[in-house]
């Protein structure tokens, strides 16, 4: 029962590249999620997944696009990496609603230069 | 939406003192608070979560109060040891809510 994977754990980009961070969780969770993580900024919710086939913006969706591919992997794509998207991206699942509590992924540092 | 504030943003004590972290929270339908715990270069962990039927819920040496009226919660460590030393979350949601609305975190470092 591994949880949440996510991948790659680290990632240097150029400016202008594009790439996809995967997400899966093995858990049969229902709601899945994308977050960033800056220096003072705390946790900032980029886009979430409620069910299978569904997406919606959070906080800071510019830049990025997602796809919830089946119930288990989410995965955050950039389309043309900006070095203002140098963070730490988490991804995390819950049951259903937040109440239940979530379950973070390891992290990837992304780096774009 | 919610708006969750946390402070401090760091804090340090010695070993064996108290750690008290605060948290206040704008939207009155929120009625869920958890805390998680992020250790340095790993995931956030859910340590503790309260809901607003309660006012207080504690595990071993931690400890969260809720005061709905004033709207802000807190989290507690007492007997503070070099391990508590991490990153510390608070979030809140409320009914109808898609997700979790996070506070910025107070880095907690423990003087041994």
């Known amino acids: 029962n591994a949880g949440v994977t996510q991948t790659p754990k680290f990632q240097v980009l150029k400016t202008g590249q594009s790439m996809t961070l995967q997400c899966a969780q093995d858990m049969n969770h229902n709601s899945m999620y994308w977050y960033r993580q800056d220096p003072g900024m705390g946790l900032r919710l980029i886009y979430y997944s409620a069910s299978e086939g569904t997406t919606d913006k959070g906080e800071v969706p510019n830049g990025y696009n997602v796809s919830r591919l089946n119930k288990r992997e989410f995965s955050l794509r950039l389309e043309s990496a900006a070095p203002s998207q140098t963070s730490v991206y988490f991804c995390?699942?819950?049951?259903?609603?937040?109440?239940?509590?979530?379950?973070f992924g390891s992290g990837t540092r992304l780096t774009v230069v | 939406g919610e708006n969750v504030e946390q402070h401090p943003s760091t804090l340090s004590v010695q070993e064996g003192d108290s750690a008290v972290i605060k948290c206040t929270y704008s939207d009155s339908a929120s009625n869920y608070f958890p805390w998680y715990k992020q250790e340095l270069g790993k995931r956030p962990q859910l340590i503790i979560d309260?809901?607003?039927?309660?006012g207080e819920k504690k595990d071993q040496r931690i400890a969260v109060t809720l005061n709905k009226t004033a709207k802000h919660f807190s989290l507690h460590i007492t007997e503070t040891q070099p391990e508590d030393s991490a990153v510390y979350f608070c979030?809140?949601?409320?009914?109808?809510?898609?997700?979790?609305?996070f506070g910025t975190g107070t880095r907690l470092t423990v003087i041994p």
């Open positions: 995390a699942s819950a049951e259903g609603h937040p109440s239940f509590g979530y379950t």
């Open positions: 309260i809901r607003s039927n309660v």
């Open positions: 979030a809140a949601s409320y009914p109808g809510a898609n997700n979790l609305f």
